[in-house]
């Protein structure tokens, strides 16, 4: 996953004011050399890195006769790049529902959750028609996973966690996670993660069925 400290060190400078007003919609670079007072050459030079570090791209466009406004956005990288406070929210979140709702009723809610993510892997789907799935599911969440077969077993291994910030104070989002695994497998599934390091990882063992 990117950085986001390194991202944080872009934005402290030049190119974070132009990232900044690029933040309110595609801009050409006579609009950017009227915002920031820098030269144009300045403008191109910066734009050129960031969109060398795949931060912002150009979109060509004709505006009647003369030559084309070439126009230059943020991608959806900077968008996913930029410090969000979703571990914050969904902190706060499972600390009032647990203390709350009390601590059988916020498993089951943690359970019901991790069923609405498996969804119905459906019948007769081969073994690795799920694992392929689970593995797409864990990726959309932002965990790169590899797989590793051993002794009759997987073992799924990601080299960052999506959820680094919370599974300290919040290890059951390791045991939601396995869940989820264990009902796309349709296997028995143990939590392994390192959740004690400064840089959590994801793992998780699964039995490889006898078909399998």
């Known amino acids: 996953m990117a950085d986001n400290r390194w991202f944080r060190r872009i934005l402290a400078g030049t190119r974070g004011q132009i990232a900044a007003r690029l933040r309110e919609g595609p801009a050409t ?10 030269s144009a050459n300045a403008v191109r030079s910066h734009l050129a890195a960031l969109e ?12 009647g006769v003369g030559k084309p406004a070439h126009l230059y956005r943020l991608t959806e990288d ?14 706060a979140l499972l600390d009032s ?3 709350n ?7 089951e809610r943690l359970d019901a959750v991790a069923r609405r993510l498996a969804g119905d892997p459906g019948e007769d789907v081969p073994f690795e028609s799920r694992l392929t799935g689970i593995l797409d599911l864990l990726a959309a969440l932002g965990a790169d996973v590899t797989v590793e077969r051993r002794d009759g077993a997987i073992e799924l291994r990601g ?3 999506p959820l680094a910030r919370l599974v300290g104070p919040h290890p059951e989002l390791c045991h939601l996670l396995a869940s989820v695994i264990a009902q796309r497998l349709q296997v028995e599934v143990t939590d392994c993660c390192e959740r004690a390091s400064a840089l959590p990882k994801c793992r998780f063992r699964a039995q490889l069925p ?3």
């Open 52 to 63: 060398r570090d795949g931060l912002v791209e150009q979109d060509v466009r004709r505006q």
């Open 97 to 99: 529902l647990r203390e």
């Open 210 to 212: 006898s078909a399998a």
């Open 159 to 161: 080299a960052d966690c």
């Open 101 to 107: 709702a009390g601590a059988e009723a916020y498993n």
């Open 29 to 38: 670079i006579n609009e950017l050399v009227g915002t920031l007072g820098l």
């Open 78 to 91: 900077a968008n996913s790049l930029n410090p969000k406070a979703y571990h914050v929210v969904l902190g």
